[in-house]
């Protein structure tokens, strides 16, 4: 009976862990998990940055085919160290206090006018897809409107009376927002080009945590949001540059920012780039 006992007493005793060892036991656990914390923080951001860079470059690679798709659709092109009309250079205007803008690239793109007729004050492009205040400037060797005169701005005038293949013009932005058309006073005759007037810039974009810049696309002047959208944004300081050779040939650069850190932001890298070519006749 003692010896039964005994073992009982042997067999209690050697039950369950000393204070000491679950102290120990505690801190290798702590260790662990801490260590698996730092780890699965540290592939959370790694992928969040990899998520950003590749939704940066997408949203930049497809900014930069749009761009290149209506430079192949121009007659001509001119980056900011050419000449172009006084129009195509007052971006900056209407954008609103305290914002920037630099003027990159001046484009016009040549649309064929089926009529011009002064009954109406109608001027016939089907599918021409001009908005309000739309810049549009007209060429041609051939008899304009009586009314309306080559190489000269006007703004596209969009009405109840007009459709997707009509339009009028005013003289002025003003005039095109009230609708107050140019009263056309003959008939075109031959053959006379409707140019639409485009530019790209950049510019600051104080509205988002990156305090960078975004690629505007601008139809007329910026009065109005809807004439001048934001194409990308989180571009860097000075990100955009386009280089126009002989009125044709278009080099076409943008690099993206992906954070805030200063002085020296992370870009993306490399930039993306394209070079395109404008039609050589129209």
Not at 79 to 105: M, Y
Not at 153 to 160: E, L, P, Q
Not at 184 to 211: K, M, Q
């Amino acid at each position: 009976m003692k010896n039964y006992f005994k073992g009982l007493k042997s067999l209690n005793s050697s039950a369950g862990f000393t204070l000491i060892e679950l102290l120990v036991a505690m801190s290798i656990v702590s260790v662990v998990l801490t260590l698996a914390g730092y780890g699965l923080v540290a592939i959370m951001t790694k992928n969040e940055t990899a998520d950003t860079e590749t939704t940066n470059r997408v949203n930049i690679n497809r900014a930069l085919d749009f761009i290149s798709d209506e430079v192949k659709m121009a007659s001509s092109a001119i980056d900011s160290s050419g000449t172009a009309p006084t129009w195509s250079w007052t971006a900056s205007s209407g954008l609103g206090s305290g914002v920037n803008a630099t003027e990159k690239l001046y484009l016009q793109i040549p649309l064929s006018v089926v009529s011009m007729t002064a009954s109406t004050d109608l001027i016939n492009i089907p599918n021409h897809n001009f908005s309000s205040g739309n810049a549009v400037m007209f060429t041609g060797a051939t008899t304009i409107a009586g009314g309306l005169s080559t190489n000269t701005v006007y703004y596209v005038v969009t009405d109840g009376t007009t459709n997707a293949s009509n339009f009028k013009v005013a003289s002025s932005l003003a005039n095109a927002a009230s609708n107050t058309a140019i009263d056309l006073t003959s008939n075109s005759s031959g053959s006379v080009i409707a140019n639409r007037l485009l530019i790209y810039y950049i510019r600051d974009n104080s509205t988002t945590w990156l305090g960078a810049k975004t690629v505007n696309r601008s139809a007329g002047p910026c009065s109005t949001s809807s004439n001048c959208p934001v194409l990308v944004d989180s571009i860097a300081n000075n990100g955009f540059t386009a280089t126009v050779t002989n009125l044709r040939q278009v080099s076409l650069t943008l690099t993206g920012q992906l954070d805030d850190k200063t002085p020296s932001p992370t870009l993306l890298s490399p930039p993306v780039s394209t070079t395109a070519f404008a039609r050589t006749n129209f």
